[in-house]
Each structure stands twice: as structure tokens, then as C-alpha cells.
């Protein structure tokens, strides 16, 4: 499926085991907003035959697609690590 990149950016932090309240915070938009773009891609997947239920399903399909990978979906590094 052809995602949009606003999609594609919040799956990628996403699935390097962000929040969607700390993906939403990067991406500045809602959690709200972060959902519409999972959900999205999640139909777009769906239309094309290729249903990804789950999270992990979500990321085996990016990852076969070319969408994303697995050199991407590294652990995240926090914006607050070293700020105390």
C-alpha cells in the first residue's frame, strides 16, 4: 500500500516501542491525530489483502514491504535522558 509520510513517520516511532503520546509529541500533533495515521494504514493494508491486526503484524508487513527497515526499528532514545 502507498502510505502517506505522515504515516510512515508515526509507525516508525512507533514501532521502535514509542508511546502515541510521545509519538504525537514529536510529530507535534494529537495522540488522536497519531491514531488516524495507524488506522490508516491499517486500511490501506486491508484493501490490499494483506490484513495487520496487531502491532507486530503491522511491523512484519512494513518490513516485507520495503516500507521500513529492520535497521530502523531500533530502541529510541528519549528527549528527557539527561535532563534531570
Known amino acids: 500500500p ?3 509520510a505522515q504515516e ?3 509507525l516508525l516511532w ?3 516501542s514509542m508511546s502515541k503520546a510521545s509519538v504525537a509529541r514529536r510529530m507535534d500533533v ?3 491525530t497519531v491514531d488516524v495515521y495507524i488506522r490508516r494504514a491499517r486500511v490501506k493494508y486491508a484493501q490490499v489483502g494483506r490484513t495487520a491486526p496487531t502491532k507486530a503484524d503491522m511491523l512484519a508487513r512494513a518490513i516485507e514491504d520495503g ?3 529492520p535497521d530502523d526499528i531500533t530502541g529510541y532514545e528519549s528527549a528527557a ?3 534531570g
Request: without cysteine.
Open 81 to 83: 535522558v539527561g535532563a
Open 30 to 32: 494529537s495522540v488522536h
Open 2 to 4: 502507498k502510505l502517506s
Open 14 to 16: 512507533w514501532f521502535q
Open 67 to 69: 516500507l521500513v527497515k
Open 8 to 10: 510512515r513517520t508515526a
